[in-house]
C-alpha cells in the first residue's frame, strides 16, 4: 500500500510549512491514472496526521481524469482509468494526456487569536 508513504509525505510536507499553526483542511488533486486509491489516501492521513498540526483537519481529494482523443472518430474522451472507452465505443484511443498528477493544491490553517 504505497498510499501511506504518499500519506505520510504529504502530512509531513504540510506540517512543515503549517510550523506550529493547526491546519483545518488539506486539498489534494489525484490523477485518474496515478495509482492512488483516494480511500486508501483517506484511512491512511487520519493514523498519519495523528500527533500533527494535521490531526482532526478535514482531506479533501479531487479526482483529476486524463484526456485523449479516439483514432476511430476523432472525439475528445475524458479518462477516469487506463481502459478507458468512447462514446462510439471504440478503444482505440491516442496515449492519454494529464491525469498522473499528485498535487497538494492548498491548505488551510487556523488564524492564531
Given at each position: 500500500m504505497h498510499e501511506l508513504a504518499v500519506t505520510s509525505n504529504i502530512v509531513n510536507a504540510c506540517s512543515e510549512r503549517a510550523g506550529r499553526a493547526r491546519v483545518l483542511r488539506v486539498t489534494v488533486h489525484?490523477?485518474?491514472?496515478?495509482?492512488?486509491?483516494?480511500?486508501?489516501?483517506?484511512?491512511?492521513?487520519?493514523?498519519?496526521?495523528?500527533?500533527?498540526?494535521?490531526?482532526?483537519?478535514?482531506?479533501?481529494i479531487i479526482r483529476i481524469p486524463?484526456?485523449?482523443?479516439?483514432?476511430?472518430?476523432g472525439a475528445q474522451v475524458q479518462m477516469?482509468?487506463?481502459?478507458?472507452?468512447?462514446?462510439?465505443?471504440?478503444?482505440?484511443?491516442?496515449?492519454?494526456?494529464?491525469?498522473?498528477?499528485?498535487t497538494v493544491k492548498s491548505m488551510e490553517i487556523e488564524e492564531a487569536a
Open positions: 489525484v490523477g485518474a491514472l496515478s495509482c492512488v486509491a483516494a480511500d486508501a489516501m483517506r484511512f491512511c492521513f487520519d493514523v498519519v496526521a495523528a500527533g500533527t498540526p494535521l490531526e482532526g483537519a478535514a482531506l479533501d486524463a484526456h485523449s482523443r479516439c483514432r476511430d472518430c477516469n482509468d487506463i481502459l478507458g472507452l468512447c462514446g462510439c465505443g471504440s478503444s482505440n484511443l491516442e496515449p492519454p494526456r494529464g491525469g498522473e498528477e499528485l
